[in-house]
């Protein structure tokens, strides 16, 4: 159990010391590279973002389906922000923490389908490159990375209906359910999304989640397929940096949106089948959402 918890630690220090250098990265171009539009884009601004949506539960093998969710969720975090090159493309990038609630929506309730409760908290990333069009707006397409720790309550259909013949299935899930339930799992999540600024200090937005519930946490195994993903992402880093930010600067935030998080959904496809791909591994508890948001910038 120790190693357990030194290993998540390690983990998450990890993590922290990444969110760090990226930040460092944002501000380490020289001073003809940072030349300022106003005042809003000189320096950083801390945020509150509140969201609302409605989500989705999965699993590969189960023949029973989820309740439909509906998801609570604040994060507090800071903005880093500059322009890129001598083009009005503007490069941003958010670290925040957040904290969220989904339950099962209570309208769409059907005995035959699995309910459930989870708390989550965990720290990400955002990142991208925007338009600027002046007169306080601005378009952010992005692509984000989290981590995440949920504590999970289910019930399924055969806790509440009593049958003499059992579904042959419903054993089989509530032995992988019982992994889950009662228990902090940790988990990752991508997200891409789209952000306005609309004044000063409010934006608005929407985005799509895809998250990964893993029953049990395995350090090497979740490292060496994490490892292949982030050589890949940190690819189309390099790519956009060096080549198209100077080739087709127009379209900078169009393709390194679509790039990352065609990428990124990707490899959320595999780990839907494997969740340690490549190793093969039983298949996780997924989790698709659409969310809405607004961000109070200060």
Same mark, same amino acid.
């Given at each position: 159990m120790s190693g357990n918890v030194i290993s998540k630690f390690l983990f998450v220090l990890f993590i922290s010391s990444q969110l760090i250098f990226a930040q460092e990265n944002l501000y380490s171009s020289s001073?003809?590279?940072?030349?300022?539009?106003?005042?809003?884009?000189?320096?950083?601004?801390?945020?509150?973002?509140?969201?609302?949506?409605?989500?989705e539960l999965k699993h590969k093998e189960f023949t029973t389906e989820f309740n439909p969710i509906s998801i609570s969720e604040i994060k507090l975090g800071r903005r880093y922000l500059k322009p890129a090159g001598n083009y009005r493309i503007l490069e941003f990038e958010?670290?925040?923490?957040?904290?969220?609630?989904?339950?099962?929506?209570?309208?769409?309730?059907?005995?035959?389908?699995?309910?459930?409760?989870?708390?989550?908290?965990?720290?990400?990333?955002?990142?991208?490159?925007?338009?600027?069009?002046?007169?306080?707006?601005? $378009?952010?397409?992005?692509?984000?990375?989290?981590?995440?720790?949920n504590q999970s309550k289910f019930s399924h259909p055969s806790e509440r209906i009593m049958t003499e013949i059992p579904n042959p299935f419903w054993k089989d899930e509530?032995? $992988?359910?019982?992994?889950y339930d009662n228990e902090i799992k940790f988990g990752t999540t991508n997200t891409a999304g789209i952000d306005l600024r609309i004044?000063?200090?409010?934006?608005?937005?929407?985005?799509?989640?895809?998250?990964?519930?893993f029953p049990q946490y395995l350090t090497w195994k979740h490292f060496s397929g994490f490892g292949i993903e982030l050589l890949s992402q940190t690819g189309i880093d390099f790519l956009t940096e060096g080549v198209i930010i100077k080739?087709?600067?127009?379209?900078?935030? $169009?393709?390194?949106?679509?790039?990352?998080?065609?990428?990124?959904?990707?490899?959320?496809?595999?780990?839907?089948?494997?969740?340690?791909?490549?190793?093969d591994t039983n298949p996780p508890l997924t989790m698709e959402a659409l969310k809405f948001d607004v961000k109070i910038t200060f």
């Open positions: 001073p003809q590279e940072n030349f300022s539009f106003g005042s809003w884009f000189a320096g950083s601004k801390n945020f509150i973002e509140v969201s609302y949506g409605l989500g958010d670290d925040f923490l957040f904290s969220s609630y989904l339950n099962y929506n209570s309208n769409s309730k059907q005995n035959l389908k699995i309910n459930s409760n989870i708390w989550r908290f965990g720290l990400g990333f955002r990142k991208g490159y925007g338009y600027s069009f002046g007169n306080n707006f601005d $378009i952010f397409p992005s692509y984000s990375l989290g981590f995440v720790w509530n032995k $992988i359910i019982n992994h004044s000063s200090i409010i934006n608005i937005g929407a985005n799509y989640e895809a998250q990964i519930l080739a087709v600067p127009k379209l900078t935030p $169009i393709l390194y949106f679509l790039m990352k998080n065609g990428l990124s959904y990707f490899f959320y496809t595999l780990k839907q089948e494997k969740m340690y791909w490549p190793f």
